[in-house]
């Protein structure tokens, strides 16, 4: 009886000093973070600064989520946004393919004309989503409902602020990634005269 019980003991010391091992080897990653600068390749793995495509300085800690920026090779930035930190193999972190957005995003070109802009809400994107043209205009306002299965668009054509089209897009899970596709009413607009020149309803994308 004894010996069990020393065995037992034992396995508790040795599980306990696993977690407590892979805890504070999470908290020292996260810890880096705010003081490092980290580079990567177009596929986000990690890289000598030399081979970079991207990099992202130390970040900033606000409450229990962190503000991360990217910046292109050519220290243009890439995007900025509010993150949690995600999980893997036990551990928390923040890096790119990991983290979980939650909150105002902003991404641009390499340029540092901005392309997009909006919010996640634990990792989905919510609310209104807007593109824009490489000139800087805007190309379209995506309002997302019921998480990323709707979007309602409307669609404007390249610096006049005129309406090209509108209507509903249906979310539609194809191998493992959201395909979006025209479902209901959908109206175009003329470009000179600004009204509607035609009116098509579609079901996920099927005239």
Same mark, same amino acid.
């Given at each position: 009886?004894?010996?069990?019980?020393?065995?037992?003991?034992?396995?508790?010391?040795?599980?306990?000093?696993?977690?407590?091992?892979?805890?504070?080897?999470?908290?020292?990653?996260? +810890?880096?973070?705010?003081?490092?600068?980290?580079?990567?390749?177009?596929?986000?793995?990690?890289?000598?600064?030399?081979?970079? +495509?991207?990099?992202?300085?130390? !970040?900033?800690?606000?409450?229990?989520?962190?503000? !991360?920026?990217?910046?292109?090779?050519?220290?243009?930035?890439?995007?900025?946004?509010?993150?949690?930190?995600?999980?893997?193999?036990?551990?928390?972190?923040?890096?790119?393919? !990991?983290?979980?957005?939650?909150?105002?995003?902003?991404?641009?070109?390499?340029?540092?004309?901005?392309?997009?802009?909006? +919010?996640?809400?634990?990792?989905?994107?919510?609310?209104?989503?807007?593109?824009?043209?490489?000139? /800087?205009?805007?190309?379209?306002?995506?309002?997302?409902? %019921?998480?990323?299965?709707?979007?309602?668009?409307?669609?404007?054509?390249?610096?006049? /602020?005129?309406?090209?089209?509108? /209507?509903? @897009?249906? /979310?539609?899970? *194809?191998?493992? *990634? @959201? +395909?979006?596709?025209?479902?209901?009413?959908?109206?175009?607009? %003329?470009?000179?005269?600004?009204?509607?020149?035609?009116?098509?309803?579609?079901?996920?994308?099927?005239?």
């Amino acid at each position: 009886m004894a010996f069990y019980l020393t065995m037992n003991v034992i396995r508790y010391i040795i599980c306990f000093t696993v977690v407590l091992y892979c805890n504070n080897a999470a908290g020292q990653a996260l +810890q880096k973070a705010l003081t490092d600068t980290f580079f990567y390749d177009n596929n986000w793995q990690e890289v000598p600064p030399k081979k970079a +495509q991207l990099y992202r300085p130390p !970040v900033e800690k606000n409450g229990e989520k962190y503000h !991360v920026k990217y910046y292109y090779s050519n220290h243009i930035l890439y995007y900025e946004g509010i993150v949690k930190p995600g999980n893997v193999k036990g551990k928390q972190s923040i890096e790119p393919l !990991v983290a979980i957005g939650d909150g105002e995003f902003t991404y641009y070109d390499e340029n540092g004309v901005k392309n997009n802009d909006g +919010q996640y809400s634990n990792g989905i994107a919510t609310g209104i989503w807007k593109e824009y043209y490489n000139t /800087g205009n805007l190309k379209c306002i995506k309002n997302h409902d %019921n998480g990323q299965q709707q979007q309602y668009i409307v669609n404007y054509y390249d610096g006049t /602020g005129l309406k090209q089209s509108e /209507g509903a @897009m249906v /979310g539609v899970l *194809k191998s493992g *990634k @959201m +395909q979006y596709k025209r479902d209901g009413r959908w109206v175009y607009y %003329n470009q000179q005269e600004n009204n509607k020149a035609a009116i098509i309803n579609f079901s996920a994308g099927v005239l």
